[in-house]
C-alpha cells in the first residue's frame, strides 16, 4: 500500500530572466535551501511588525537587505519570555 505524502509548494510566475539569473547564480537544489530561509525571514518580519512590514515591502519602501538587517532580538526575546516570568517583572500584556 502507498501512501501519498502532500508536501506543500509555493508556485510563483517568474520572467524569463530571473529563470536564467537563477539558473546562473545558483547551484542545482539552492533554490529551495535560499527560498525556505527567505520565507522564513518573511514570517518572523510578518510576526514581529504585521502587516505594516508587508505594506512597506510591497511599497518599495523597504528592501530585503533592509529588513534582513532590523534587530529583532528584543522583539523576539519578548515573545519567548515565559509568562510567569512576565507576570513576576510587571510586564503583563
Known amino acids: 500500500m502507498t501512501t501519498n505524502i502532500h508536501r506543500p509548494r509555493l508556485s510563483v510566475e517568474i520572467s524569463a530572466q530571473q529563470q536564467l539569473d537563477l539558473q546562473k547564480y545558483l547551484d542545482h537544489g539552492m533554490q529551495k535551501k535560499l527560498f525556505n530561509i527567505v520565507i522564513d525571514d518573511v514570517l518572523r518580519m510578518l510576526k ?13 519602501k523597504l528592501s530585503y537587505r533592509d529588513y534582513n538587517s532590523l534587530d529583532l532580538s528584543s522583539e523576539l526575546e519578548k515573545e519567548q519570555e515565559p509568562k510567569d516570568k512576565k507576570k513576576k517583572d510587571g510586564k503583563s500584556k
Open 48 to 60: 514581529v511588525h504585521g502587516r505594516q512590514f508587508l505594506a512597506a515591502v510591497i511599497m518599495h
